[in-house]
Nanobody, 125 residues
Framework: QVQLVESGGGSVQAGGSLKLSCQASGYSDNSYCMGWFRQGPGKRRERVAT???????YYTDAVKGRFTISQDGGRNILYLQMNSLKPEDTAMYYC???????????????????WGQGTQVTVSS
């Protein structure tokens, strides 16, 4: 069973930076793809950044140029470096994983099967 534990959230002022981490356990090969999602107050959950089965990153338009997703495969850690944060980035951020059977689904954030508990990011103006 895949388990995901996020950390690194917090409160920052607009323009600041945070780096989220997600420690994954329960698997030891590259059979899963991973991504970051968020859900703001009163909003639906949305895809933030994902990696395809080859490790290429994809971002939602709202965070392009500001956020960077990366993975330390050797330690099963997924990161999200967030720079130039805006108040609209305020949300609960979730790490998620799915079986890497479909690269399109990995990229689009479809049918992710395993989720962390989330870490709160609050950006004040």
């Amino acid at each position: 069973q895949v388990q995901l534990v996020e950390s690194g959230g917090g409160s920052v002022q607009a323009g600041g930076s945070l780096k989220l981490s997600c420690q994954a356990s329960g698997y030891s090969d590259n059979s899963y793809c991973m991504g970051w999602f968020r859900q703001g107050p009163g909003k639906r959950r949305e895809r933030v950044a994902t990696l395809d089965t080859g490790g290429t990153p994809y971002y939602t338009d709202a965070v392009k140029g500001r956020f960077t997703i990366s993975q330390d495969g050797g330690r099963n850690i997924l990161y999200l470096q967030m720079n130039s944060l805006k108040p609209e980035d305020t949300a609960m951020y979730y790490c998620a994983a799915r079986v890497a059977s479909n690269s399109y689904a990995c990229v689009q954030g479809v049918a992710y099967q395993f989720w962390g508990q989330g870490t709160q990011v609050t950006v004040s103006s």
